[in-house]
């Protein structure tokens, strides 16, 4: 029998009391300190179960005040972009241990680069590049589309196991014994094509965030350009606060 993590329980039992009108939408609920004497646990593992629980769309951290109810629904919200470090270690790495995240692969090939890829990549026209297209889905659902667009002198092998089983950033930083250090990303809104509703099941027309994301390694190597087709409905994006 799989080990149940004690930051998952707690996880379920504060999502209960929010489903069941405990804590509604737009409340606040006990800090993580008083969860903490509570469940007689660490604050870290609240920490922990409060994160999983911002990721699913269900508590928002708001700083200085605290946290609030988002929703009292079992519907699938998830929360990109949300001021954590995992958010530019690859869609695997930022879902991970909160809900089964698998891959369909779609297409996998090497191409030359155009030249408005050579631009985006900083290579030359002609440059060979692995071009990805998978579908990610959380917990057995399709949610999104990813076409990645990697230098292949960056990276020269990649195995279709990790592609469809494993995390694609997680070998990158393996294999070049770098870490990822940023990305930049711009969000737009757009709407699914015929081609691309069918890849995830819905129908055309619905509402789409696009990501467009140039991602770099230490030494600001650049090692992909992406973009994202992602369900309106299931996603959600988090501004990251910004002080003065």
Same mark, same amino acid.
């Given at each position: 029998?799989?080990?149940?993590? /004690?930051? #998952?329980?707690?996880?379920?039992?504060?999502?209960?009391? @929010?489903?069941? &009108?405990?804590?509604? =939408?737009?409340? %606040? +609920?006990?800090?993580?300190?008083?969860?903490?004497?509570?469940?007689?646990?660490?604050?870290?593992?609240?920490?922990?179960?409060?994160?999983?629980?911002?990721?699913?769309?269900?508590?928002?951290?708001?700083?200085? /005040?605290? #946290?609030?109810?988002?929703?009292?629904?079992?519907?699938? @919200?998830?929360? &990109?972009?949300?001021? =954590?470090?995992? %958010? +530019?270690?690859?869609?695997?790495?930022?879902?991970?241990?909160?809900?089964?995240?698998?891959?369909?692969?779609?297409?996998?090939?090497?191409?030359?680069?155009?030249?408005?890829?050579?631009?985006?990549?900083?290579?030359?026209?002609?440059?060979?590049?692995?071009?990805?297209?998978?579908?990610?889905?959380?917990?057995?659902?399709?949610?999104?589309?990813?076409?990645?667009?990697?230098?292949?002198?960056?990276?020269?092998?990649?195995?279709?196991?990790?592609?469809?089983?494993?995390?694609?950033?997680?070998?990158?930083?393996?294999?070049?014994?770098?870490?990822?250090?940023?990305?930049?990303?711009?969000?737009?809104?757009?709407?699914?094509?015929?081609?691309?509703?069918?890849?995830?099941?819905?129908?055309?027309?619905?509402?789409?965030?696009?990501?467009?994301?140039?991602?770099?390694?230490?030494?600001?190597?650049?090692?992909?350009?992406?973009?994202?087709?992602?369900?309106?409905?299931?996603?959600?994006?988090?501004?990251?606060?910004?002080?003065?």
């Amino acid at each position: 029998m799989q080990k149940v993590h /004690k930051y #998952m329980e707690i996880k379920e039992k504060i999502k209960k009391d @929010i489903l069941s &009108l405990k804590y509604k =939408k737009g409340e %606040s +609920i006990p800090s993580e300190r008083e969860l903490a004497a509570v469940y007689d646990v660490t604050r870290v593992t609240v920490q922990k179960a409060m994160a999983s629980l911002v990721q699913e769309g269900f508590i928002e951290r708001i700083h200085g /005040k605290g #946290m609030f109810v988002l929703k009292n629904t079992e519907s699938n @919200i998830y929360i &990109l972009n949300n001021e =954590k470090s995992d %958010s +530019i270690l690859g869609f695997s790495r930022e879902f991970q241990g909160r809900v089964a995240v698998t891959s369909q692969l779609v297409d996998f090939r090497q191409i030359q680069a155009d030249e408005s890829l050579a631009a985006q990549l900083d290579i030359a026209v002609g440059d060979a590049v692995w071009f990805i297209r998978r579908i990610r889905l959380l917990d057995g659902e399709p949610v999104l589309i990813e076409d990645s667009n990697i230098p292949c002198h960056v990276i020269d092998t990649i195995p279709e196991s990790v592609l469809k089983e494993g995390s694609l950033y997680g070998y990158i930083e393996t294999f070049t014994h770098k870490k990822i250090k940023d990305a930049d990303s711009l969000i737009e809104a757009a709407l699914f094509n015929r081609e691309q509703a069918s890849l995830l099941n819905i129908s055309p027309g619905l509402p789409m965030l696009k990501i467009t994301e140039v991602t770099r390694l230490e030494g600001g190597v650049i090692f992909n350009y992406s973009i994202s087709y992602n369900r309106a409905d299931i996603f959600r994006v988090k501004n990251m606060r910004i002080e003065r």
